[in-house]
């Protein structure tokens, strides 16, 4: 079975600065992972994803993750936020042997304060 | 672009009531699924259809069925709506051949049971 925990339902940060959100998950197989932003009322819009290759993966808006394996970790980071992220942040799995079945996260609010 | 389109951005429907969401895609992806999201508790699960007419239960079906007559199309169904499944609800969809992919979601749908 997979979970994926996100240890941090609220993130405060103040605009320009870094931030970085927690992403575990936990699977017998291996793993596709992704991360998706809402925005208050929208649906799920993907930021990037990990399917093979190099573990440093870069998204829209400037965001970029890290795949660790041995951590069986996928933290999202941004070097300088902007009020515009604000926003809830969701990271999701897939397995290997199954990828047409998605795990996701409780999810993380990031609040951007000016 | 894929294009996820859920029909209903906010209902407010009565106890008791038989609720239909729909949900129309249009890039030909055989899975679709139905998520329901709650504060605190991410996305779960409620039916994940692979192709017409074929479903599967997710992690809470209680409550809830779903219809797949077409492929473009995958309905809700709350048999006798009630108070605790006000919620936001989410489908999404994707491709089952070309390897590993994100799902593409809809912008959603706000029910409120009164």
């Known amino acids: 079975a997979q979970s994926v925990t996100q240890l941090d339902s609220q993130v405060p940060v103040f605009e320009e600065a870094p931030v970085e959100l927690r992403c575990n998950y936990s699977?017998?197989?291996?793993?596709?992972l992704f991360w998706y932003v809402q925005y208050p009322n929208q649906g799920l819009q993907l930021l990037l994803k990990y399917l093979s290759g190099s573990t440093l993966v870069k998204g829209i808006n400037g965001f970029e993750a890290e795949f660790n394996k041995s951590q069986t970790s996928f933290h999202l980071r941004k070097p300088s936020v902007h009020i515009s992220d604000t926003a809830e942040y969701f990271c999701?799995?897939?397995?290997?042997?199954?990828?047409?079945?998605?795990?996701f996260g409780s999810g993380t609010k990031l609040n951007v304060k000016p | 672009d894929v294009k996820v389109t859920q029909s209903s951005r906010y209902l407010v429907k009565r106890t008791g009531e038989k609720v239909f969401l729909e949900c129309v895609q249009d890039?030909?992806?055989?899975?679709m699924f139905w998520y329901r999201q709650d504060p605190g508790l991410g996305l779960r699960l409620i039916y994940f259809s692979y192709d017409v007419k074929m479903k599967e239960k997710g992690d809470i079906p209680e409550g809830y069925s779903v219809s797949r007559e077409k492929k473009e199309r995958f309905s809700l169904i709350l048999e006798s709506a009630s108070t605790n499944q006000t919620s936001m609800y989410l489908c999404?969809?994707?491709?089952?051949?070309?390897?590993?992919?994100?799902?593409?979601f809809g912008q959603g749908t706000r029910l409120t049971v009164v």
């Open positions: 890039m030909d992806h055989e899975n």
């Open positions: 999701a799995v897939t397995p290997s042997l199954n990828f047409n079945k998605f795990y």
């Open positions: 999404a969809s994707s491709p089952t051949g070309g390897g590993p992919t994100e799902a593409f």
């Open positions: 699977s017998s197989v291996s793993v596709y």
